[in-house]
């Protein structure tokens, strides 16, 4: 694979660096790939939708289902227990909660998710079993970006979907870590203890940049579902104008609502630009 050689190459030229620094490094190029699409440049105008968040919190609820799941299972092993603190940054729990503010008790029946989120799903649960020491890496590209944007991004979208209140915006807070920055001064630093063989470190380091694709591939997924969703409803105004005149005021299409409504999306979904 190309992106791994590219990855291999980078790895080499800064074997000396702390662990968290490599991988800013070898992941430099996903960033400016993907913070200079048209899309992402244009975001920053946008406006969250309430349906586009709940299927947002649809897919990060898999993938932290996965990721936590067998970061428990791997606690005690040696790469991950440096790095294991659910008790400060575990998502699952507060996911729930949101998914249930919004959908409801039943919930659960009503989670849709892109094939993309199956496949990092597919992943993390592989590493989990094979090289749990891989875990690393997406626990600190997921853990670390989330909480650098996590209170900024929790009034955006309280704000941007009208909610009177912080309830269904639990994702978003970390009650158990009192100064951000200082955990995150931690976590690197138990990171960076971490003893890794050359291949192993190597490894880790071509994971952080699938951590990165992995990430990109849902906001795709979730942008495809989006559009067709929005074309569905675009189609049904043009048949019953009457009756979603009604529905739907305004005169912003679902469409645009859609490009328009992504920012806070995809800010949280690669919130781990703020590493």
């Known amino acids: 694979m190309e992106t791994e050689k590219r990855t291999q190459i980078s790895a080499e030229q800064i074997d000396n660096r702390d662990l968290s620094e490599q991988i800013k490094e070898v992941t430099k190029d996903s960033h400016v790939r993907a913070e200079n699409t048209e899309l992402m440049l244009s975001f920053q105008r946008g406006q ?22 067998e970061l428990d299972r791997n606690s005690s092993h040696p790469a991950v227990a440096p790095i294991y603190f659910p008790t400060e940054l ?49 626990a600190y590209t997921r853990y ?9 991004l929790g ?6 979907m009208g909610l009177k209140s912080s309830e269904g915006l639990s994702f978003f807070a970390f009650p158990g870590v009192s100064s951000p920055n ?22 880790v380091l071509e994971e952080a940049v699938r951590a990165f694709e ?31 005149s009604k529905t739907l005021p305004g005169t912003i299409s679902p469409m645009i609502r859609m490009v328009l409504g992504l920012f806070v999306a995809l800010a949280t979904v690669m919130g781990l630009y703020a590493l």
């Open 48 to 69: 969250v939708t309430l349906p586009q968040y709940k299927l947002l919190l649809c897919s990060l609820y898999e993938i932290y289902q996965a990721l936590e799941e």
């Open 90 to 138: 575990a998502r699952l729990k507060s996911i729930e909660n949101d998914l249930e503010y919004f959908y409801g008790p039943d919930w659960r029946e009503k989670i849709v998710v892109p094939a993309a989120t199956l496949r990092y799903c597919h992943r993390l649960r592989q590493i989990g079993k094979e090289n749990p020491e891989f875990l690393v890496a997406h």
């Open 144 to 152: 670390l970006g989330d909480l650098s944007g996590g209170q900024v």
């Open 155 to 160: 009034r955006i979208a309280q704000k941007s």
């Open 182 to 203: 200082l955990f995150k001064q931690l976590y690197r630093s138990r990171m960076n203890s971490v003893e890794l063989t050359a291949e192993e470190r190597n490894g």
């Open 214 to 244: 992995f990430n990109i591939q849902v906001f795709d997924g979730l942008q495809k579902m989006l559009t067709v969703t929005g074309n569905e409803h675009q189609e049904s105004w043009t048949n019953s104008e009457a009756v979603h």
